[in-house]
C-alpha cells in the first residue's frame, strides 16, 4: 500500500503561482511513477503531468511552460509548480502515484485562480 497526502493548494489570483506537494509513504519502492490529475467543476478528470522514476516527464498541452513537475526521491514527495495560472486552472488537484499493478491517489487538494 501507498499513502499520499497533498498539500500547496488555495485560492490566487490570474496570474499567479502555486507550487503543490505530495508526500508518498509506505511501499514507495513499487512507485514507478507520479503525477497529477485535476478536476475541474462539472468536468472529467485531466492529466495535467508525470515524472517517471527515470525522470521523464509529460504534460497536458494546456499547461506546457507553465507548469513544472519534479521529484525528489530522497523525500519521497513530487512537485508542481504552477505559474501564470488563469481561471481555466481552477479544480481539484489529485496526486496519483503508479506501481505495475495499482494506482494510488491522494485525497485531492483545491486549487481556486481568481479572475
Known amino acids: 500500500q501507498v499513502q499520499l497526502v497533498e498539500s500547496g493548494g488555495g485560492l490566487v489570483q490570474a496570474g499567479g503561482s502555486l507550487r503543490l506537494s505530495c508526500t508518498a509513504s509506505?511501499?514507495?519502492?513499487?512507485?514507478?511513477?507520479m503525477g497529477w490529475i485535476r478536476q475541474a467543476p462539472g468536468k472529467q478528470r485531466e492529466l495535467v503531468a508525470t515524472?517517471?522514476?527515470?525522470?521523464?516527464?509529460n504534460y497536458v498541452d494546456s499547461v506546457k511552460g507553465r507548469f513544472t513537475i519534479s521529484r525528489d526521491n530522497a523525500k519521497n514527495t513530487v512537485y508542481l509548480q504552477m505559474n501564470s495560472l488563469n481561471p481555466e486552472d481552477t479544480a481539484v488537484y489529485y496526486c496519483?502515484?503508479?506501481?505495475?499493478?495499482?494506482?494510488?491517489w491522494g485525497p485531492g487538494t483545491r486549487v481556486t485562480v481568481s479572475s
Open positions: 515524472v517517471r522514476s527515470d525522470g521523464t516527464t
Open positions: 496519483n502515484a503508479n506501481s505495475d499493478l495499482v494506482a494510488y
Open positions: 509506505g511501499s514507495i519502492r513499487t512507485i514507478n511513477a
